[in-house]
């Protein structure tokens, strides 16, 4: 009623509604970080010029692993905000498999550390994870079941339980699942689905479980049939993840409400270079889907789905989380409002991400000491290979004839060997097979993110040289090695040995470099060295995995051998 | 997954789709009251047989004063759930401004006690009402302030705060105003809004507070305005409101969802005979709107707005509220399901509605005795007599010279008078004034619903007469009343003088019977006898209004006198 100065007043902005998908021109006032009044003729402490740029509701990415950035929460914040980002439903399944609960509190915390004038520029709404360990057949750092998810789904740490990974659980009706998704609905929280390729009967068990999201979904076909089960589908613009445009097709006027935008998994250099959300934006719109349901996708649409009353629209009594963008087909951000404080102009975030510090989620890679005599392979005449292929991440079971020499396998011409040691407890667990399709020769790489046990997955065709880099890994607590011949080179992950907590210019440049290195050993064109070998041990997706615990057939669901017995 | 037998299976269904705006041909299964699947070769306990009808969910209908119907919880809710209504949002203003918080409780125990099969026909939101009384000219049988409201809005018995009809003070920022609204919001309640005319910084200022919904626009460009604020517009299909199509006009593809359907207050012939929001329906159709527009305005918009999380859509994991409607023009419901339990068929509800009886509704008409004396009124010269008007609620100031004859005045043509008597607390306030444009000749009438306070409204031009009415509403414990001569008539609104604890085709059939005696004493066309005299009491409506206080100027927004002094 203007009977008070605002706190701020942003003006000549075209104020988008996405009550009506209308432009107004107005003023937008804010005062204690809500917005009080879209008009005109305000007084304020702090005027903004918006000089025409477009005000949108900031942006809400409804479904991240802030740790696939390999980057700190604090350096992830910094380019999700200035890509216009103003909340992130983050799962941290990935530290939590590390870290246990511990992980999440730590991701919260660094969060929650980011002031600004008396803002979190990032806000975010973190999920408990549903899966942890994700299959039986590995050893994670910690084990959620079904009574500690019951007992932690009920804390303010959690917004909502995690995408459930484990849908043949659900759809089988598995106690401690359902008990695990039952936990969190009867709290009121939101449980995130992932369910692929699920249809049909299998799909209505899915959703009649409560389940209310889904990421997953590979096409337009796909995406109609899990709005109508009444799933809010999630566009996914991750990094590996290129279905954006085709899943869109499936937007109407009348269901577009029902589409939300979410990033998933998404590396430092295309949150830099490209965006984040931003990004999906400009592409669902230069594939013609009109700019106001886009938008919608990424605030009203997911502030419904999630629950969170105060944001998602620029209206009086929500809160003024607001990006500025150039316009709305290339939808460049040139400003970021968080809670009425600005945050980002331009290229630049205004705030500082002063680190947050935690012992719980460093020194995490735990070895039994390694020799080069662990990566012997005793195998001959038939055994089972692991191949991979180019620009995919299934694998393909090849047969192929050996020998061995001295307890040794002697490798055919495009095999090496492939190891993945159990690296929480120091146990000494380390599984082994053979790997065709990848092209390494003269050395040996590794890593030490492997969903989701994140374990240590080590590559090579020279044991010397694979025990080197499970000694580097080990050093480093973590991140990415190779070694060839006499050079070495290791790039710290030090934060549970998925995250470094080196500014996102320096890990995007060290993981270049050291992707670079590795090239070098022959890797096959189309095949990213470190990238492909992170889902090697994700025993849900065929054919073969390895894992600490042995080579895992997938399709039987079932521990197997490399050795074909005749 | 048919691992069991379903409960129940709806077949040959067109099964309305709310996500997609879609018709699927397919069977609906339920078990346990929740939909398991939508889908077909469901195997059942009990299979009905749609014949082709199509499956809607039941309707939300979004605000309703039960109350208004004159019809106990018990009969109305066999109205409403043979229209398809399967969830009502109430406020129960009315009994709470003469019962206090023991009406709201006496409401939400009739609804429970209405069982059937182990469900519950229609279930019951009860919005804690807000303004109580809704002004200060009054004597309310309770007043709820800032204290008693805090405490109130937090129990299970209240779902949010009812509509905050004291728009001025929450656009002046009162404080106690405001606490009310905070209180609720800070229990993560909703607040339902009332803003006639609200436009410009009052709207922004009035959803600034957090109040999320409206009932009171009047045409498109007043909806238009409060949906790019954030309101959600409740197109009304009141017995006396008649702006749904008119208000209908703002609806767009894109903003549709932002609109939901209610009833407001509807009297019990309407809801007999045109039904409830199938009527809307029906007309929204009849208009142009398209039909999934207009049904997602009364299930999934609804459920939205309200967080009814389980209601809204036929879905897994949604409660099996069905309604069958013949098509998806007249909206005829052929079969309503709640939970999965048939509940009404054709025209037959099937359930009885057990009546719940409470000392505390009863006999809650308290007033010392009337003489025809007391309805003397000594004026002369000039005065100030309340106008009322065909077709209208309004009133208008008109003066007049009188001349007085023993202490009374000398009613001139077409002039008789009115009283209000306080009835909570028989403290012998009674407010007299005159009234023009009514018409009534040679007796009295009148009535114990008087908005907001309900205080016994009488009308005469004949002293002995008025004060008759005022004995039998007395006798009766409130209703309505007729005395023309020798003739007396009286209707018992025996629960809290609002509502009848008989079968809804009798109060039908006496509402019109005492009416059409009323008629008899020459009330104007376009005057309906006693439902005009229901708002002349409510002094938030220009001009005049009479209280137990004394005559309002509402414009003035202050007592004022008869008499003109000169």
Redo the contacts between chains.
């Keep these: 009623?203007?009977?008070e100065k605002c706190d701020l007043v942003i003006k000549g902005a075209k104020v988008f509604?996405v009550?009506?998908?209308?432009i107004?021109e107005g003023e937008i006032?804010v005062k204690n970080g809500?917005?009080?009044?879209?008009?005109s003729g305000y007084d304020a402490q702090e005027v903004y010029n918006a000089n025409g740029a477009y005000a949108l509701p900031s942006f809400i990415d409804a479904h991240i692993h802030v740790e696939s950035s390999m980057l700190s929460p604090e350096e992830f914040a910094l380019l999700s905000v200035k890509h216009g980002t103003g909340v992130i439903i983050a799962d941290p399944h990935e530290i939590v498999n590390v870290c246990g609960i511990a992980g999440a509190e730590y991701m919260k915390e660094a969060f929650s550390h980011i002031l600004y004038r008396g803002v979190n520029p990032l806000e975010v709404c973190l999920q408990l994870p549903s899966c942890v360990p994700a299959s039986p057949f590995e050893t994670s750092g910690a084990v959620l079941n079904g009574k500690e998810t019951e007992q932690e789904i009920g804390r303010d740490l959690f917004y909502g339980l995690g995408e459930f990974m484990n849908y043949p659980a659900v759809?089988?009706?598995d106690e401690e699942a359902l008990s695990k998704i039952e936990a969190a609905l009867s709290q009121g929280k939101i449980v995130d689905g992932h369910a692929p390729a699920l249809s049909?009967?299998?799909l209505?068990?899915y959703?009649?479980?409560?389940i209310k999201t889904d990421h997953e979904c590979v096409n337009a076909e796909d995406c109609?049939e899990k709005?109508?089960?009444?799933l809010y589908v999630q566009l996914r613009n991750g990094s590996s993840a290129h279905n954006l445009e085709e899943n869109a097709k499936a937007m109407?006027?009348?269901?577009f409400?029902?589409s939300i935008l979410c990033s998933d998994d998404r590396n430092a250099y295309d949150l830099k270079n490209h965006g984040e959300i931003d990004d999906a934006l400009k592409r669902l719109v230069r594939m013609g889907i009109p700019a106001?349901?886009a938008i919608a996708c990424t605030t009203l649409n997911t502030a419904?789905c999630y629950?969170l009353k105060d944001k998602g629209?620029l209206?009086?009594?929500?809160d003024a989380d607001i990006a500025l963008v150039e316009d709305l087909k290339d939808f460049r951000v040139l400003g970021v409002f968080k809670r009425g404080v600005l945050v980002a102009e331009g290229d630049k975030t205004l705030f500082h991400a002063e680190r947050y510090s935690s012992k719980e989620v460093k020194s995490t890679v735990k070895i039994k000491e390694v020799t080069a005599d662990d990566f012997r392979l005793d195998l001959s005449g038939k055994v089972r290979v692991m191949r991979v292929k180019p620009n995919g991440i299934m694998t393909e079971e090849e047969v192929l004839n050996v020998s061995s020499q001295k307890g040794d396998v002697l490798l055919p011409k495009g095999v090496c060997k492939l190891a993945v040691i159990e690296r929480h407890f120091a146990s000494g667990n380390m599984g082994k097979c053979l790997l065709s399709g990848y092209g390494l020769k003269g050395g040996a790489l590794g890593i030490s993110v492997s969903h989701d046990s994140h374990n240590l997955v080590v590559v090579g065709d020279d044991n010397t040289a694979m025990a080197r880099v499970a000694a580097l890994l080990k050093e480093a607590g973590g991140g990415m090695a190779v070694v060839n011949g006499k050079f070495e080179r290791a790039f710290a992950l030090d934060i549970a040995g998925l995250m470094s907590s080196k500014p996102y210019e320096e890990v995007i440049l060290e993981t270049e470099e050291i992707t670079a290195h590795a090239r070098r050993m022959g890797i096959k064109e189309g095949i990213e060295p470190f990238m492909s070998l992170v889902f090697l041990s994700l025993a849900v997706i065929p054919k073969l995995r390895l894992t600490d615990k042995g080579l895992v057939d997938v399709d039987k669901f079932e521990i197997t051998t490399s050795q074909i017995k005749e």
């Design positions: 009623m203007k009977r509604n009550f009506t998908g209308e107004e006032a809500k917005i009080v009044g879209i008009g759809v089988g009706a049909g009967d299998a209505n068990s959703a009649a479980a409560g109609r709005l109508k089960r009444g109407t006027a009348y269901n409400r029902r106001p349901w419904e629950g629209a209206a009086p009594s929500y």
